[in-house]
């Protein structure tokens, strides 16, 4: 192998290595509707852990803002949470 191919195969395995690892910063889900959308169509994004999934951010896009009257991540919280009580009472009613 000459050190032009090794070089190539370095590059090449280092881009597709930094695609993986920045996949979920690069597309994040919603923690509305679930939909995996690009970045730019989020509204709020917070860090919740150090995780390197879409589990580490909390990312709400702008369709569910506009949809929900939502103005923080903190009404996103609220909203959430009202929404599992109500799935809890009405699942042992």
């Known amino acids: 192998m000459t050190a032009a191919i090794k070089?190539?195969?370095f590059i090449s395995a280092?881009?597709?290595l930094g695609a993986v690892i920045f996949?979920?910063?690069i597309f994040p889900r919603c923690g509305c509707c679930g939909?995996?959308?690009?970045?730019?169509y989020f509204r709020y994004?917070?860090?919740v852990s150090m995780r390197?999934?879409?589990k580490g951010d909390i990312s709400i896009c702008r369709d569910c803002c506009y949809k929900?009257?939502?103005r923080s991540i903190s009404d996103f919280k609220k909203r959430s949470e009202i929404k599992k009580?109500?799935?809890y009472k009405n699942m042992y009613l």
């Open 14 to 16: 280092s881009a597709a």
């Open 45 to 47: 994004h917070t860090p």
């Open 7 to 9: 070089i190539l195969i």
């Open 68 to 70: 929900y009257n939502i």
């Open 23 to 25: 996949k979920p910063l």
């Open 85 to 87: 009580r109500m799935e």
């Open 52 to 54: 390197l999934t879409r």
């Open 35 to 40: 939909r995996v959308k690009f970045r730019t």
